[in-house]
T-cell receptor, first 116, second 114 residues
Framework: DTEVTQTPKHLVMGMTNKKSLKCEQH?????MYWYKQKAKKPPELMFV???????INESVPSRFSPECPNSSLLNLHLHALQPEDSALYLC???????????????FGPGTRLLVL | QQQVKQSPQSLIVQKGGISIINCAYE??????FPWYQQFPGKGPALLIA?????SEKKEGRFTISFNKSAKQFSLHIMDSQPGDSATYFC?????????????FGKGTKLSVIP
């Protein structure tokens, strides 16, 4: 089973709202990722968690706040977003390990976010 | 040095034909090359992947050809079907400690016409 699930599938929010995106995997993967994808572009890495600790933050604005409550769950908290933040938000997971580990990333279906 | 260049940007193929998408990279530290298929409104799905110790890998109608000396790899889709119409991304990464970046190509939109 290589399934990563994401909820909600679609989200519309105003610029003053607070919302959260949720991601879940049960493959035993210890690395989890958030990506942002704009139309006709490849995914852009936002955050990486390794063993539930934030490993990479690709200079993402603080209005995006990730959280990894346990090894299966990843959240992305959204607050005071801008219309240009409208995009497909993708979660991915991979195995984790020492050097030499191939981190094949498996993506979820994404959350389509529209900020009004 | 981190770029992966992908071509063509779009591709139209007749049903039953062969679709070919090419990628080139610069960073010789890359040691893993996956291809992802993405349908509109969906997440990318891993299609097939290769490591540089082999020159070709085939899974069903999908084949990756890899040329290490030229730093190029390509995806061939044999007997292309309308259901293959999607955007295809090549990518590259390396397996060093703490490495998480997947460097994506810009994508190829494939349309298979009946």
């Amino acid at each position: 089973d290589t399934e990563v699930t994401q909820t909600p599938k679609h989200l519309v929010m105003g610029m003053t709202n607070k919302k959260s995106l949720k991601c879940e995997q049960h493959m035993g993967h210890r690395a989890m990722y958030w990506y942002k994808q704009k139309a006709k572009k490849p995914p852009e890495l936002m955050f990486v968690y390794s063993y539930e600790k934030l490993s990479i933050n690709e200079s993402v604005p603080s209005r995006f706040s990730p959280e990894c409550p346990n090894s299966s769950l990843l959240n992305l908290h959204l607050h005071a977003l801008q219309p240009e933040d409208s995009a497909l938000y993708l979660c991915a997971s991979s195995q984790e390990g020492a050097g030499g580990t191939i981190r094949t990333q498996y993506f979820g279906p994404g959350t389509r976010l529209l900020v009004l | 040095q981190q770029q992966v260049k992908q071509s063509p940007q779009s591709l139209i193929v007749q049903k039953g034909g062969i679709s070919i998408i090419n990628c080139a990279y610069e960073n010789t530290a890359f040691d893993y090359f996956p291809w992802y298929q993405q349908f509109p409104g969906k997440g990318p799905a891993l299609l097939i992947a290769i490591r540089p110790d082999v020159s070709e890998k085939k899974e069903g109608r999908f084949t990756i050809s890899f040329n290490k000396s030229a730093k190029q790899f390509s995806l061939h889709i044999m007997d292309s079907q309308p259901g293959d119409s999607a955007t295809y991304f090549c990518a590259a990464s390396y397996s060093g400690a703490g490495s998480y970046q997947l460097t994506f190509g810009k994508g190829t939109k494939l349309s298979v016409i009946p």
